[in-house]
């Protein structure tokens, strides 16, 4: 029940900027996740908040308390490990009880804490087992049980699904969720899975290159990306590279022209004519239009030139005046549209999500 | 980073230090002042001069002649032999090959045992002598001769150079030998070609480690290749001219020149197999 | 010739060079042990048996016992004082580490008849008051330090800081964590530096025989050499020899048996 705030952290190593003035809040209860691909700084963020790492510049504080200065092990966090940290010279029961012993718990409570942290993790009769002994989805719930067992104030995983096969690992993320929920401890995660962020996650960070660029709920980040790199990792997206050409300034909407495409959509605050945008539209959200109905300004003519039969989807390349875009058919219709190719269609490109600056 | 952060390894290193540098760095210091005084002029009125120095050149040239001349060629010998006993210990055989690794401890023991082993070995009136009576061979007046010498000191630094030679040849990913197989190439083109080529750094590296270690030989020396050799190599030189003829000057300054010489030779060889030993 | 045959052949080949390289290292060894139980009686005529080792018993055990008394105080030392600086050198990133990591190993390599000619230059002039056994102790620990740095080096590679990380988050302070996590990780890797310290410190013979003069103490390979030097190639100099060898063999085998060359290997063994 504490209150996570990174304020401004920043870590630099030599020139390169790891991590640039990330600020970052996690409230009471919530599982807050860092999403983003290898090297973008998310472990660093983490190995920050738990004092693995110096702060270079920038506070962490739990609740009120500046904790910059404090070393890892004065700050009751359970942090756990990409790769399994399991103590090799321990059994279990020694690896769970080491922490307690380091905050000087008597031995009667040790053996009731062991207990409870095993029926958590429901791994009661594992007590006696060597680490050695363990799965990889075992060990990993053992390490849980190891923090729990010292009732921390704070969670922090650091991508401890990563090396847990994929069955595995959709098993054991709600039940990380399933355990945070329970015990009401706040959390901070790391992932660069995309798909188990959004399973599990109150709310998100995606970070990229050292800084934040998008924090939401997963609906938020999926709907509305701010920025080219948060529309390209969460989901699939077109990308069409233009500017505006008109604005409507009152209404919020515009056109946007993008290489022989206009698209009319709603403009965000801050954007004036001529500017640089890229308007981002997701496969699932491109709707075929049937023969006849057709609105004025919202139909873009199009080709087939590739169909793809995924099972549940339908994938159609089409050609839109040069450009090709993806076309994600969902339901029946799919059926509709199995090995056609060089079929002239009409689209509806409505829900466009217009962001400042051009996708690479 | 505060000062307590810069504090701390330096606490830990401190003991390390101080042992090494009271023990080992300070008295080298000495060596190199007692090297610049006349014969044992240290210890009483110090007489300063560069005469040591210039007499290695020329009284001393000859000793140095000798004891680079033995060493290199023994550690020459090292490869020789070395190289396919590595090979072969760390590719062709499976079973036992950690019998052959402990074998490798039993010269580190001691360059005496060595020394006294093939002292023995070759006494005239001693036990090869006696076997080659037996087999009728002319006796090969063996034992104070240059070669038994060589031998001994091949012997003794057999595990540095094996050593070595096993680092590089280990650095080889077996995926460039087996593609090269997998082109066509047979076993001695491959070798030929791949692996020795990759390895020439490595063996030169267990040339140069041969002979550093070689320069620290003395009960060797002392006991076998006769009067020419013992008292014409260098460590025997030091001490005679130590401890019996009292003259610390010149002592000091060939010690100092086989130190510099010996770290400088193990940097190459550092350098050329790229750091075996850190 | 079918391809399993020539795989047999290159095999034999193999095998036999190796045994007999192996062999040749071993020849001083066995000539010494030969030598040692060969001896003659009163009458003239040569006997094999174990006369020679009882017959030195008296006057070579005390040297023996000075000898294993050195090595395992060096041992001791260096342990202490290793440890803690190859975890600085692994652990932590400072300015110089390089520099003062190749200044340390240059130890190694300066030639035993130099580093010990120094050593009395140093008793005589600056250390009058260290002299004796500490004295000794003090250059064997300076001469030694850097195989247990080597060795303790290569053991904190091994060991992943996600352990020591893991510690220090679960609450335990930087001394439980190494007293209970990180020795017995690196545990037997200082076991390495430990038997090479042992088997090289008591067996040598260079820097004791200089220091025999200050220090006035004669360890067992000094003893050996001197009567060498005094008396040729008696049997009981061969049993001498024979016995520090079989010591050192014997320690070496049993820790072999318990550890086996795991730890060796990155430090003088391939």
């Known amino acids: 029940m504490t209150r996570i705030l990174a304020k401004d952290v920043s870590k630099i190593y030599g020139n390169t900027k790891a991590v640039y003035r990330v600020s970052l809040e996690a409230r009471d209860s919530e599982f807050v996740t860092i999403l983003g691909p290898s090297g973008c700084g998310k472990s660093t963020t983490l190995r920050m908040i738990a004092g693995l790492i110096r702060v270079d510049e920038g506070r962490v504080f739990f609740d009120d308390e500046d904790v910059t200065d404090v070393p890892p092990n004065k700050r009751n966090i359970g942090f756990v490990f990409q790769r399994v940290a399991l103590f090799p010279h321990m059994n279990v029961r020694k690896n769970i009880a080491f922490g307690l012993k380091a905050r000087h718990v008597p031995e009667r409570e040790i053996r009731k804490k062991i207990k409870q942290a095993l029926a958590i993790v429901r791994m009661e009769d594992y007590e006696n087992r060597a680490p050695s002994q363990l799965s990889g989805g075992q060990a990993q719930r053992i390490e849980i049980a190891r923090v729990l067992a010292t009732d921390p104030d704070v969670l922090l995983f650091d991508e401890p699904l990563s090396n847990i096969d994929a069955k595995l690992r959709d098993e054991l993320k709600f039940e990380i969720r399933k355990i945070q929920r329970e015990t009401g401890k706040t959390m901070v995660y790391v992932t660069h899975d995309q798909g188990e962020a959004f399973a599990i996650s109150d709310r998100i960070y995606v970070m990229s290159q050292g800084i934040v660029d998008q924090v939401g709920t997963p609906t938020e980040l999926y709907m509305d990306p ?45 954007l004036k004519c001529g500017d640089k945008v890229t308007a981002c539209i997701r496969p699932e959200d491109i709707e075929i239009l049937p023969e006849g109905k057709r609105e004025p300004g ?46 002239e269609i009409i689209m509806s490109l409505k829900k466009c999500t217009v962001i400042r600056g051009h996708q690479t | 980073m505060t000062i307590r952060d810069r504090l701390k390894p330096l606490a830990l290193l401190t003991p390390a230090i101080a042992l090494e540098v009271g023990l080992f760095f300070v008295p080298l210091a000495m ?54 006993f590595t090979y072969i210990m760390t590719r062709k055989i499976r079973k036992y090959s950690d019998v052959f690794r402990a074998v490798m401890l039993v010269p580190l023991f001691g360059e005496l045992y060595i020394a006294y082993g093939f002292y023995y070995l070759f006494l005239p009136g001693g036990p090869l002598y006696f076997i080659l009576d037996i087999l009728e061979i ?97 460590s025997v030189e030091v001490y005679s001219l130590a401890l019996l003829q009292l003259d610390l000057g010149t002592a000091s300054a060939i010690g100092i020149v086989l130190a510099l010489v010996a770290v400088t030779i193990f940097y190459f060889s550092l350098k050329a197999s790229r750091g075996a030993l850190i | ?35 040692s139980v060969t001896y003659s009686l009163p009458d003239g005529t040569t006997t094999v048996g174990l006369k020679p080792y009882f017959d030195i018993m008296g006057s070579f055990w005390p040297k023996v016992y000075l000898s294993l008394s050195i090595a395992v105080t060096t041992i001791m030392i260096d342990t202490a004082v290793g440890i803690p600086a190859a975890y600085a050198l692994v652990r932590y990133a400072f300015p110089g580490k390089r520099a003062l990591y190749t200044l340390l190993n240059g130890v190694w390599y ?21 002299l004796g056994y500490w004295g000794f102790i003090a250059a064997y620990s300076a001469g030694f330090l850097l195989l247990m740095l080597m060795t303790c080096i290569v053991a904190f590679k091994y060991v992943d800081p996600c352990y020591e990380e893991s510690a220090s988050c679960l609450g335990a302070g930087r001394l439980t964590t190494f007293f209970k996590v990180t020795m017995p990780l690196i545990g037997p890797g200082v076991s390495a530096g430990i038997l090479l310290i042992f088997v090289l410190s008591f067996n040598e013979f260079i820097t004791a025989l200089l220091l025999n003069l200050p220090t006035k103490l004669m360890t067992a390979p000094v003893r050996v050499f001197a009567e060498i030097t005094r008396a040729r190639a008696t049997p009981y100099i061969a049993a001498e020899a024979a016995v520090l060898q079989l ?16 730890y060796l290997r990155g430090v003088v063994l391939v």
């Open chain 1, 226 to 270: 701010s920025t080219p790199f948060v529309a390209g990792f969460i989901g699939q997206n077109n990308f069409l590279v233009g500017h505006i050409e008109s604005l409507n300034s009152s209404s919020g909407t515009g056109t946007v022209h993008s290489d022989g495409i206009e698209i009319r959509a709603h403009v965000p605050d801050g």
């Open chain 1, 298 to 343: 919202e139909a873009t003519k199009a080709r087939i030139v590739e169909s793809i039969f995924l099972g549940n989807t339908t994938r159609l390349h089409v050609d839109a005046g040069g450009t090709i875009l993806k076309v994600d058919l969902r339901g029946p219709e799919r059926f509709s549209y199995l090995k056609v190719k060089d079929k």
């Open chain 2, 31 to 84: 060596l190199g002042i007692v090297s610049f005084t006349s014969r044992d002029s240290f210890f009483f009125t110090p007489e300063w001069t560069t005469k040591n120095y210039e007499s290695l050149f020329s009284v001393f040239s000859f000793d140095f002649q000798v004891t680079f001349g033995l060493v290199i060629v023994a550690a020459f010998l090292d490869l020789l032999l070395g190289f396919p």
């Open chain 2, 138 to 234: 002319p006796a090969l007046k063996a034992m104070y001769s240059v070669q038994t010498a060589v031998i001994a000191l091949a012997v003794y630094t057999f595990p540095f150079a094996v050593y070595n030679i096993g680092i590089s040849l280990q650095g080889i990913d077996p995926a460039i030998e087996e593609s090269a197989r997998c082109l066509g190439a047979g076993w001695f083109r491959t070798f030929w070609k791949v692996t020795l080529p990759m390895c020439l750094p490595g063996l030169l590296g267990a040339w140069l480690v041969g002979i550093g270690w070689g320069l620290g030989a003395f009960a060797i020396p002392v006991m076998m290749g006769g009067a020419m050799i013992s008292q014409r190599f260098l």
């Open chain 3, 1 to 35: 010739m079918k391809p399993k045959d020539t795989e047999r052949i290159g095999q034999f080949v193999s095998y036999g060079y190796v045994l007999a390289v192996s062999v040749f290292l071993l020849v001083p060894f066995m000539v010494t042990v030969i030598r």
């Open chain 3, 110 to 130: 300066v030639p035993g008849i130099c580093y010990a000619l120094s050593l009395i230059l140093a008793y005589y002039f600056l250390y009058k008051w260290a």
């Open chain 3, 247 to 262: 010591i050192s063999l014997a320690v070496v085998v049993v820790y072999l048996k318990i550890v086996g060359t795991k």
